[in-house]
């Protein structure tokens, strides 16, 4: 939210959540301004991402960050 909309009066965030016998998607995505140029997940120190991290590797589950129309993030885990 600090830096999705920067710039504009409004947006659009869309949350799912699915699961698929014992695996389970949540997936935000938003229609934002998108990741900067050469973004990389792994070289980021912000506190959000990095709790998201960790809580992946909690679950031994899958993040991924992309540009899709905006930003989507999509955590995958199996229960």
């Known amino acids: 939210m600090k830096y999705a909309f920067k710039g504009r009066d409004s947006g659009l965030i869309e949350i799912r959540l699915e699961q698929k016998n014992n695996d389970i998607t949540l997936t935000l995505q938003d229609n934002c301004n998108g990741l900067p140029e050469g973004f990389d ?11 998201i991290k960790m809580l992946t590797e909690q679950f031994d589950g899958k993040f991924t ?15």
């Open 41 to 51: 997940m792994d070289t980021q120190t912000g506190f959000g991402l990095l709790l």
């Open 65 to 79: 960050i992309e540009n899709n129309d905006g930003t989507k993030s999509t955590l995958r885990f199996s229960v």
